[in-house]
């Protein structure tokens, strides 16, 4: 079992910034696959970004491209969203979930190809 733990939302103005944290217990190997999604309320869950623990190989969604940056510390086993620039539209409930086993980029996305979820952490952006 792997447990996730989201941290790091809150309240935020357009234009403002915020890090969330994603730490991983329990058990984990060196070739899983970090994802966030985010769902905003009356939304379907949505991809964020994802990266790859062995490698550092990132992919966002478009929507998020050049304002969100994903990284890792695998001392630390913690996974970080860094937002900029954010927008009203981009509230909503994020999660950060995992797999064991790298697939191709294009699953990246998949909210399906994912076997651990966190909570959520509440992202809140006003206008």
């Known amino acids: 079992q792997v447990h996730l733990v989201e941290s790091g939302g809150g309240l935020v103005h357009a234009g403002g910034s915020l890090r969330l944290s994603c730490a991983a217990s329990g058990r984990t190997f060196n070739d899983y696959l970090m994802g966030w999604f985010r769902q905003g309320r009356g939304k379907e869950r949505e991809f964020v970004a994802a990266?790859?623990?062995?490698?550092?190989?990132?992919a966002y969604a478009d929507s998020v491209k050049g304002r969100f940056t994903i990284s890792r510390d695998n001392a630390k086993n913690t996974v970080y969203l860094q937002m900029n620039s954010l927008l009203p539209n981009d509230t909503a409930v994020y999660y950060c979930?995992?797999?064991?086993?790298?697939?191709?980029?294009?699953?990246?996305?998949?909210?399906?190809?994912?076997?651990?979820w966190g909570q959520g952490t509440q992202v809140t952006v006003s206008s």
């Open positions: 979930a995992t797999r064991t086993g790298i697939i191709p980029e294009y699953f990246f996305s998949v909210a399906s190809e994912y076997d651990y």
């Open positions: 990266i790859t623990w062995s490698g550092g190989e990132t």
